[in-house]
């Protein structure tokens, strides 16, 4: 039950911020056409689309981790059978992803803590409030450790057949 709960609230955080790629090239266009047919570039174009493809980009790290859709490097176990294979990324996930997951939420969630109370804002002609993406890659931290647990259990309870993709 906790693993289809992780599973499901990821699944429905990687679709509703998918949509997020829409508005920020619909920006991106509209700062473009503003740019070059009216010759009155936006201040705040830039800085805003920046900031929704740093959302964007970092909220769906568990999304992708549900859908093994990570950067991974086979070449050491493609040749190993499932068994093996198993085991070795039962072993990893301890050894790599758990600390390195614990990591990043921990120190994010202290970044996000100070820029929320120092109120932190952009630098440059539009200043925008920073905080609000630093709490949200906190968040996606939080994420992308809670679906390494998902997947975790998911290797030790499923048969080594069960697992290979």
Known sequence: MLVRLIDQTNEVVGRLVSFVAVVFAVLIIFDV???????????WGFD??????GFYFIML????????AHVRVDLLIEKMSPAVRRWVEILGYPIFFFPFAWVFFSKSYEFALRSWTQGELTYGSVQLPVYPLKIAMALAALLLLLQGIA???KLLTSKAADHVA
């Open 33 to 43: 056409i503003m740019r070059y047919v009216f010759h009155a570039p936006t201040r």
């Open 48 to 53: 805003v689309t920046k900031q929704l493809y």
């Open 61 to 68: 790290g568990g999304y992708a981790l549900r859908h093994k």
């Open 151 to 153: 997947e975790f259990i």
